[in-house]
């Protein structure tokens, strides 16, 4: 059987990168041959020298890059949840894409925290304080999963996150199969998927005006802690409420963007269409 050399893997990578691919791709592939394949010079691929220079170089000579090189004014989703009618009398459907885009917006958090959030984990009050203990992707020994925490907004009912939250889970009691907070709007109302929950701040996005084809459900988090940076909430405080660690460089490297046309942080958000 044959077993390619350090000098044939070099070469395939080098080829990536002549054909154009990016530094995340070519990476990626290293990974993946490194998973696949066994250990070369007593290296595993990923890390032996020669490919560890090899990626350094590309790095340089092709940097990468964040997905977004400015984000969408948080202001008009805030606005389109204004020009609804109040909770009570909103569908389960759009009752279901306002709880999502709130708590998208006033805690930073990803799709995957949001639907990894069970009803008995919610400790419902003011403030309102969620335990997330499924593994995320930011979590790790050093950084554990912080309590999420919610605080009603008194300037504006309607972008209330705990009236909301309140609203959804009275309205959902009856019809939920299952403990997790946030439910399929069609039965037999079964948990929904980060997939799911990424379509319909994508939909909430393409209804407050905003090309949802450029920015996806992930974007939420990049316009949010922009936002609240702008409003002058502290770094340290944006760390905590996106869930980072504060050794992290992503927020500075990839999320502080400029807009385009705790308490502190979620009021920060909510308060960008005054």
Known sequence: MWYPSIDNILEFLAEL???GSSYSSINTTRSALSTLLSPIDGFKIGEHPLVVRLLKGVSKLRPPMPKYK???DVS???NLFESWSDNVNLSLKFLSLKLVGLLALVTAQRVQALAAIKLDNIQF???VQIIVPKLLKTTSISNPNRPIIITKYHHSEKLCPVSTLNCYVERTKQLRKT???IVSIIAPHC???SQRISKWLCELLLLAGIDNSVFKGHSYRHASTSCASSKGVSVDTIYKSAGWSQKSKVFAKFYNKPVQCTSEFAN???SCNN
């Open 17 to 19: 990168f002549d054909c």
């Open 70 to 72: 400015t984000t969408w």
């Open 76 to 78: 008009l989703v805030l």
């Open 125 to 127: 009050g003011d403030p």
């Open 179 to 181: 403990d997790q907070l």
């Open 191 to 193: 948990g929904v998927t």
């Open 268 to 270: 920060a958000v909510l």
